[in-house]
Antibody, heavy 119, light 107 residues
């Protein structure tokens, strides 16, 4: 079955760029699915960051759009998140998740990775 | 942006009893509504999509209903493993948005 695994630095300096990768195993990133990033600040709710299709098409949350880039690497069966100009407010658990082609309910999630923004 | 509002924020129910969780959208999302369960330290788990369709492996005691702006998640007979935080999410419009969550606790 498809599994997702996030990886990347757990600590990022303020004003720096947060970079995470989500490896897809047990299936192809070129399937008919959208691939999303969702984050959750400590003790708070879930926030959708954005999504990508294997063609490279993307949709972003307008609240983060100016700072977010999501990309896909089909050769490595993975997709990535870059969030620039980070502040303490970007401290969160970051999840990658799989959504359907038309129904963007997230049926598969990574385990999540905690990213702290601090000097 | 569509705002999703869940109520109550916390629900205290005894094991074996029924729990009813509500989710309201600020505008119609048709049936493009999902429910998730999240336990401490874990990723969310998809329970319901399309407002009422159970995801794979979800027990029959979970059911979803509603359309438009008003939705309900019902757990017919609470088991110990059901005490968790529940989120609704709309996928009718971008940006995709979640409710703030309902914490289901043991009474």
């Amino acid at each position: 079955q498809v599994q997702l695994q996030e990886s990347g630095p757990g600590l990022v300096k303020p004003s720096g760029t947060l970079s995470l990768t989500c490896a897809v195993s047990g299936g192809s990133i070129s399937s008919s699915n959208w691939w999303s990033w969702v984050r959750q600040p400590p003790g708070k709710g879930l926030e959708w960051i954005g999504e990508i299709y294997h063609s490279g098409s993307t949709n972003y949350n307008p609240s983060l759009k100016s700072r977010v880039t999501i990309s896909v690497d089909k050769s490595k069966n993975q997709f990535s998140l870059k969030l620039s100009s980070v502040t303490a407010a970007d401290t969160a658990v970051y999840y990658c998740a799989r959504g359907g082609y038309s129904a963007r309910a997230f049926d598969i999630w990574g385990q999540g990775t905690m990213v702290t923004v601090s000097s | 942006e569509i705002v999703m509002t869940q109520s109550p924020a916390t629900l205290s129910v005894s094991p074996g009893e029924r729990a009813t969780l509500s989710c309201r959208a600020s505008q119609s999302v048709s049936s493009n509504l999902a429910w998730y369960q999240q336990k401490p330290g874990q990723a969310p788990r998809l329970l319901i999509y399309g407002a009422s369709t159970k995801a794979t492996g979800i027990p029959a005691r979970f059911s979803g209903s509603g359309s438009g702006t008003e939705f309900t998640l019902t757990i017919s007979s609470l088991q110990s493993e059901d005490f968790a935080v529940y989120y609704c999410q709309q996928y009718n419009n971008w940006p995709l948005t979640f409710g703030q969550g309902t914490r289901l606790e043991i009474k």
